[in-house]
């Protein structure tokens, strides 16, 4: 069973948790490694961090993006899109504008690439084994790393043999792995370059309560950087652009909207 790490509530006997208005100020800055602020894995295509306490972008991404195999591989200039970010204009902050991607799925790998150049933003890559499930995020370019002229060579790519687009080397940033028995928790390690090795739970996820929308509404999915909310995401809208329905989610400043995109098509795999 796949266990959704518990939120405390005055019904358990634990403190109250942050209600969802609360949450949604993000007034933490987050200092991820794996996404400068202004960098992401989709910088190429304008995806980017913010950088400002309280300030947050839209992401919708398509539900159930492995559950779309073999629809979009041989027609990849023809999707609609499925994933698009409402950020600020990068030379005009008080304007907003849409950043969009589409996706090329199979039955193991999701493939994230920019809808205006083609450009690989991700790629979510499904290893299923007896007992476990494991999913890899990958990106096309070593995680940046301000002041380091010779970033390139701290973050070693993952062997082509094993993984790679186009025939091109793909970085690891992060994995997430699902037992077949037992319960576990849903969370993502992060890849650290210094160390050649994850980082173990720095991405968690957990249903949290909302008294909005009826008792029929979907309960939101918080999601926590090193226990510190970083994303609000919520299933089920059908917003405007976006074929099928979505994830509306809300991002913190300082989280690469890419991994959060990765991080849910993996927890769609789960039924969540």
């Not at 993952?158 to 994995?175: E, M, R, S, T, W």
């Not at 160390?195 to 926590?224: M, N």
């Amino acid at each position: 069973m796949f266990k959704i790490f518990g939120s405390r509530s005055k019904d358990d006997g634990g403190e109250k948790s942050a209600t969802i208005k609360e949450i949604e100020q993000f007034l933490h800055v987050h200092e991820a490694p794996e996404s400068p602020v202004g960098t992401s894995l989709g910088s190429k295509g304008g995806f980017t961090t913010l950088g400002k306490s309280g300030e947050t972008q839209k992401l919708y991404v398509t539900e159930k993006l492995f559950a779309h195999a073999f629809t979009d591989v041989l027609h990849l200039n023809k999707c609609p899109d499925t994933v698009r970010a409402i950020t600020k204009h990068p030379k005009e902050p008080k304007k907003k504008i849409a950043i969009t991607a589409k996706t090329a799925n199979d039955k193991d790998r999701v493939t994230m690439v920019s809808q205006k150049t083609g450009d690989l933003f991700c790629v979510v890559q499904q290893n299923i084994h007896l007992t476990r499930q494991t999913y890899h995020i990958y990106g096309g370019e070593p995680m940046p790393k301000p002041g380091d002229k010779n970033q390139k060579h701290a973050h070693h790519p993952a062997p082509v043999d094993k993984v790679h687009h186009h025939g091109k080397a793909l970085f690891p940033y992060a994995k997430a792995e699902v037992k077949s028995s037992g319960t576990i928790h849903l969370s993502l390690d992060v890849y650290d370059p210094a160390d050649h090795a994850y980082h173990p739970d720095v991405y968690t996820v957990e249903r949290i309560s909302s008294s909005s929308g009826g008792w029929l509404a979907s309960k939101p999915f918080l999601v926590k950087r090193l226990g510190i909310p970083a994303a609000l995401l919520k299933k089920g809208d059908f917003p405007d652009g976006i074929t099928c329905p979505a994830w509306n989610c809300t991002i913190g400043p300082g989280i690469d909207p890419i991994l959060i995109t990765g991080l849910i098509a993996i927890m769609d795999t789960q039924n969540l």
